[in-house]
């Protein structure tokens, strides 16, 4: 039986880097389609800042068109305003997608290094070297890229089980 290919978009929120990542799922092989990142200008008021990424998001989804968007949720421990910020650029990093028409899927940082790497709290660097594993073909020249083509590989492993969870609280 021919499998359809799925083609997955991650994101790896950030206000000033947005990493962003395109993998084809065909069974359990993964292809690379593109990655890189979408950045803010610092010296601009927080409301074009998200500007910025919204429209530069939204670009990548109209060019790439992904079927399906997968968002990493981010574990802040700093001061509240910054936690405050990067939530609401991983606002934009759920709405974009969502106004797209993709479904969206939320994978917490450790499940995605557990998945990619092996390990719950693998370091940046284990990362970027299991993505040129994987993806050979792979060209992501920055960490917030390698970490969003993590979240989509997260994607595609656990999007199976994610869907028949969906289905049976729907049959309930």
């Not at 990362?127 to 390698?146: N, T």
């Amino acid at each position: 039986m021919l499998q359809t290919p799925i083609r997955i978009i991650g994101i790896d929120p950030g206000l000033r880097n947005m990493g962003w990542g395109i993998i084809e799922a065909v069974g359990s092989r993964l292809v690379f389609v593109a990655c890189g990142v979408v950045r803010s200008d610092a010296t601009l008021a927080l409301s074009d800042r998200l500007r910025q990424l919204h429209e530069g998001l939204a670009q990548i989804i109209h060019a790439h068109l992904p079927a399906e968007a997968a968002v990493e949720e981010t574990f802040v421990n700093r001061d509240p305003q910054s936690a405050l910020k990067l939530g609401q650029a991983r606002g934009v990093a759920l709405v974009v997608p969502a106004l797209a028409g993709l479904p969206v899927a939320e994978y917490a940082a450790n499940l995605v290094k557990k998945t990619v790497v092996g390990a719950g709290h693998a370091e940046k660097q284990q990362i970027a070297a299991m993505i040129r594993i994987l993806l050979p073909r792979a060209e992501a020249k920055s960490a917030d890229a390698a970490d969003a083509l993590a979240v989509a590989i997260c994607h595609a492993q656990h999007r199976g089980a994610r869907a028949m969870k969906l289905a049976l609280a729907r049959s309930v």
